[in-house]
């Protein structure tokens, strides 16, 4: 198994261990993301210093406050990394409001642009804001390859099978009430589907109200499996086939 978003230098323990304990559980890669200047540069360091981790690069829209043409430099010199696999996460969250719409905005954009520019996937984070992402995305991601982390528009399904988006799903999949996105998980097609952990948060079901950490994607992966009334292995084998796709790692 993979887990294709966790955030290494967020969990608690020691990143090394943290790793070590996804090598035990079975996770053959990990993605780790940076989320502005001093996390994109640990994501570098911990891709070079593991060679089953990887990093992804961009600028949270919790952090795009006074995004401006230094910023996006940056991202686009730690991209150019060879451990660096995709451009995120980016994207719009309306529900905290920690940056101003229009900052949020220009950073989405110069980030799908570069990542087109660059030929990379890039990575989407979208809450309460999702209008608004898929309007930019039909605009300006038609030659992105598009990875909706955490998905969390399971109305939205449709759109994405149209578009060809990736839907990685997280820890909350497996919660009692997410019926609607359960839902999303059986149906959509497998060349569509990943999943992940976004550790140290949303734990799945069988370790939820702990810190998460990507040794725990397996119950996700699982629980994914069970939904769409197919083995663990053959869940694995298709995400595995997936990430390695648009990931290229």
């Not at 642009?113 to 996937?121: K, S, T």
């Not at 999949?173 to 019926?179: G, H």
């Amino acid at each position: 198994m993979v887990d294709t978003h966790c955030h290494l230098d967020s969990c608690r323990a020691p990143e090394a261990e943290i790793v070590e304990r996804a090598r035990a559980a079975g996770v053959r890669r990990l993605a780790t993301v940076g989320m502005d200047d001093a996390t994109v540069a640990r994501a570098l360091e911990l891709a070079h210093e593991h060679a089953d981790v990887f990093a992804i690069v961009g600028r949270h829209p919790h952090n795009a406050a006074g995004f401006d043409a230094g910023a996006l430099e940056r991202i686009e010199q730690a991209a150019r990394d060879g451990r660096a696999l995709a451009i995120g996460e980016t994207g719009l969250d309306y529900f905290r409001g920690r940056a101003p719409r229009e900052d949020q905005r220009r950073a989405f954009e110069a980030q799908v642009d570069l990542a087109a520019r660059l030929g990379l996937p890039v990575v989407i984070h979208t809450r309460e804001a999702e209008d608004d992402t898929f309007a930019i995305l039909r605009e300006r991601a038609a030659e992105v390859t598009v990875i909706l982390h955490c998905f969390s528009a399971p109305s939205r399904v449709e759109e994405c099978v149209e578009h060809g988006y990736l839907c990685s799903f997280a820890g909350n999949v497996t919660y009692p009430k997410a019926e609607a996105l359960r839902a999303a998980a059986r149906e959509l097609p497998e060349e569509l589907l990943l999943v992940e952990t976004d550790a140290p948060y949303l734990a799945p079901q069988p370790v939820r109200g702990k810190p998460n950490e990507p040794a725990n994607v397996v119950h996700t992966a699982r629980a994914v499996a069970e939904l769409r009334g197919v083995t663990y292995e053959e869940l694995e084998a298709a995400v595995e086939r997936n990430a390695a796709r648009v990931l290229g790692w």
